[in-house]
């Protein structure tokens, strides 16, 4: 599972790669696992967590909102599941009038499956394909160091 969180403050662009196993903190305060250096952001005011291959986000401020999508509001310790893609704001969301108007910092959660296919690798001398997990060929000995490793998804 492999996933990254970017955002955006003043128009410069941050992102952060997910570990995956340990659940992670996002805030403004310099603790946290992912520091969002804004004050529109709460000192703590996420966690996000992997459980089964998907992450969620929970809530963990009082006082500043945090959004899925611009529409749902997670309740303080509310948690919600995150999809490729998912839009976070965090901060305040007015509308006035028909305009929402956002004193926020917008993120991006985006997730990459990796199937559980083994990559494979071409022996440089035999031309045998392996798992990646051999060091020398089965069937010939030679080192795999410098095979040709093929693509994710390479039938043959
Ligand atoms: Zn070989």
């Given at each position: 599972m492999y996933a990254v969180l970017c955002w955006e403050i003043l128009q410069q662009q941050f992102s952060a790669c997910l570990p995956g196993v340990r659940p992670v903190t996002i805030g403004r305060?310099?603790?946290?696992?992912?520091?969002?250096?804004?004050?529109?952001?709460?000192?703590?005011q996420a966690q996000l967590f992997c459980r089964n291959d998907r992450y969620y986000i929970r809530q963990l401020s009082r006082n500043v909102p945090l959004w899925l999508q611009n529409e749902y509001e997670l309740p303080y310790r509310g948690t919600v599941a995150l999809r490729d893609g998912a839009q976070l704001t965090i901060g305040t969301v007015r509308t006035i009038g028909s305009v929402r108007t956002l004193g926020t910092v917008r993120l991006e959660y985006r997730s990459m499956?990796?199937?559980?296919?083994p990559r494979k690798i071409r022996c440089s001398h035999c031309e045998n394909l392996l798992d990646?997990?051999?060091?020398?060929?089965?069937?010939?000995?030679?080192?795999?160091?410098f095979g040709e490793l093929l693509p994710l998804h390479a039938s043959t």
């Open positions: 305060r310099d603790t946290c696992d992912i520091v969002i250096n804004s004050p529109m952001v709460a000192a703590e499956q990796i199937k559980a296919v990646v997990t051999h060091e020398n060929c089965i069937w010939c000995g030679t080192s795999l160091a």
